[in-house]
Nanobody, 113 residues
């Protein structure tokens, strides 16, 4: 059974930081490209960062320089370090395996003063 479990969301002030984690089980994590996606209020889901099995990351322009995706293959876990957060980053953040139907349940990130 495949499980993707996100954690680390919460309420943060503008300019603050959060670190999201996604613990996985039931997949060949070391061979999988992993991604973080988000869906804001009344918005479509968008993938914000991906990391391939070799650890090479990619980001959408709006988060470049602020977000860092990383992985720990020994823990089957992928992370998203988010710095310099702004209200536009408010979303539910999801962990996913691109090209599959495997998604986590999401974790809410709210950026507000």
């Amino acid at each position: 059974q495949v499980r993707l479990v996100e954690s680390g969301g919460g309420l943060v002030q503008p300019g603050g930081s959060l670190r999201l984690s996604c613990a996985t089980s039931g997949i060949r994590f070391g061979a999988a490209t992993m991604a973080w996606a988000r869906q804001g209020p009344a918005q479509q889901r968008e993938v914000v960062a991906t990391i391939n099995p070799s650890g090479n990351p990619s980001y959408i322009d709006s988060v470049k320089g602020r977000f860092t995706i990383s992985r720990d293959n020994s823990k089957n876990t992928v992370y998203l370090q988010m710095n310099s957060l702004n209200p536009e980053d408010t979303s539910v953040y999801y962990c996913r395996v691109p090209g599959t139907s495997w998604w986590g349940q999401g974790t809410q990130v709210t950026v507000s003063s």
